[in-house]
């Protein structure tokens, strides 16, 4: 990767991606890593270079209203000239229907040591909790939508919508369209 970046470098491939650092569309899409997403999404959306703030993390979950996502969020908003927040679950997720259980042991397996974990426990962080996934792509949109919609520092002009994406086709259905 470092080689092909100097060859880019070199060649002023970058010139075609400029861009300013506030988003064309005004626009904060939060979405899932999900690798098949990487392409796919910003093409089924016709979202180019520059159109957007993109947030992402496993799943598109917000369960704290005070996390970095929401901070991004808030910032892309008072500082970004961002009005408008999108959130866009898929389906076929591999945050739906986790297994809590597998993924500890899978910690375990990887070195992870069962003191560690304890330590973790009586901080106060349950892993179970942590990593929980949902049952559908729906209701963790909605859920999410809901945390950002409600923050006490949102302006209530910025209108928050909700999506869901089939990785296979780009299929985009509205989950919750906010009708500001």
Known sequence: MLEYNKEFV??????TYETDTYPNKRMVVFTCM???????????LN???????MVKNAGAIIRDPFDSIMKSILVAIFNLKADEVVVIGHHDCGMSHVDTDALTKGM????????????????G??????????????????QSVSIIRDHPLLPKE?????????????KVDVVTKDEK
């Open 10 to 15: 070199a060649g002023k491939n970058y010139e």
């Open 125 to 142: 962080i349950d892993l179970h909790a942590e990593f929980r996934g949902f049952d559908t792509v729906e209701e963790s949109v909605s």
């Open 47 to 53: 979202i180019q270079n520059g159109d957007v703030k």
């Open 158 to 170: 910025i209108k928050v919508h909700g999506l869901a994406i089939d990785p296979g086709t780009g």
């Open 34 to 44: 999900d690798s098949r997403l990487v392409e796919l999404l910003p093409k089924a």
């Open 108 to 123: 375990k397996e990887r070195g992870i040591t069962e003191e560690t974990i304890q330590t973790l426990t009586h901080s």
